[in-house]
């Protein structure tokens, strides 16, 4: 039906950049909200930054400042910039959407992850 797939992760420095991607595919009538979540090692699954499809967003205290979150409604992806990264940022990132599969239905859907690590 749908699947988002995201890209961008990889091994960064302290201080550094990265920009993460997920694309969503499918039987895709409208996407609605879209979001990135990320999970360290031994700690629950934690929302990082939301959007709306018209483009309001919002972001963890953690975050706020250093991300920004963005996206492309013809495209049906969703962009998270990440700046002045820090150790503790180290997660796998999930990206997250609302998406109608029909005129009538919705359903929220899950990509299975992409690593960063920030580590000297």
């Known amino acids: 039906q749908v699947q988002l797939v995201e890209s961008g992760g990889g091994l960064v420095q302290p201080g550094g950049s990265l920009r993460l991607s997920c694309a969503a595919s499918g039987n895709i009538i409208s996407t609605v909200a879209m979001g990135w979540y990320r999970q360290a090692p031994g700690k629950e699954r934690e929302l990082v930054a939301t959007?709306?499809?018209?483009?309001?967003?919002s972001y963890a205290d953690s975050v706020k400042g250093r991300f920004t979150i963005s996206r492309d409604n013809a495209e049906n992806t969703v962009y998270l910039q990440m700046n002045s990264l820090k150790p503790e940022d180290t997660a796998v990132y999930y990206c997250n959407a609302e998406i109608y599969y029909n005129y009538y239905n919705s359903g929220t859907f899950w990509g299975k992850g992409t690593l960063v690590t920030v580590s000297s």
């Open positions: 959007i709306t499809r018209s483009v309001r967003t």
